[in-house]
Structure formats: C-alpha cells, structure tokens
C-alpha cells in the first residue's frame, strides 16, 4: 500500500503564495496518476490538478494561478498556489491513483 504525507498548508492573504507538496512511499510502482482534489466547507471534493506522464489537467476555476509538478517523475507532487482568493479556502487533499487514493488533506485558509 503506499503512504501518502502532505504538507504546505496555512493561512495566507489574498494575493499570496503557498506550496503544497505530497510524498508517497510503500508500494509506489502502481502510481501513474498524481494529483490535488480540493473540499471546501458544505462543498463536494473537486479535482484541482492532476499530472500524468508530464501531461498536466487543471481546473478552470485555477488556470493560470497554480502550478502542479512531479519532478524527474518521482512520487513528490507539488502544487504552487500563487494569487489566492479566498474563494481557494479548503482542505487540499494529494490523489494518486491506487489504494489509498487520498492523503489526510492539509488546510488552506485565504483571508480577505
């Protein structure tokens, strides 16, 4: 099974920057699929960005503004978060595609 720890998170202003970052561990031969959901309050979980084989998928609502990146292909993702509103606040949750599929998710919190 492969373990997944996030970290980066915290409270920001609107207009800053944050980097989250995923390390996964264990069984990561079945990962081909890495990425960033997000789930604010009262809110079904959305997908962020994703990264596969350097092809990268971004929500509309971040284009532009995030980054997402797997350097060498290793099981490290990032996400840069750059010019945050506070529509960005949630909890950030790092996906891969095999068992356990979620990390334990990281608060952001974007104040006005």
């Known amino acids: 099974q492969v373990q997944l720890v996030e970290s980066g998170g915290g409270l920001v202003q609107a207009g800053g920057s944050l980097r989250l970052s995923c390390a996964a561990s264990?069984?990561?031969?079945?990962?081909?699929?890495m990425g960033w959901f997000r789930q604010a309050p009262g809110k079904q979980r959305e997908m962020v960005a994703t990264?596969?084989?350097?092809?990268?998928i971004y929500a509309d609502s971040i284009k532009g503004r995030f980054t997402i990146s797997r350097p060498d292909g290793k099981n490290t993702v990032y996400l840069q978060m750059n010019s945050l509103k506070p529509e960005d606040t949630a909890v950030y949750y790092c996906?891969?595609?095999?068992?356990?599929?979620w990390g334990q998710g990281t608060q952001v919190t974007v104040s006005s």
């Open positions: 996906y891969v595609n095999t068992v356990p599929f």
């Open positions: 990264i596969s084989s350097g092809s990268t």
């Open positions: 264990g069984s990561i031969f079945n990962i081909n699929i």
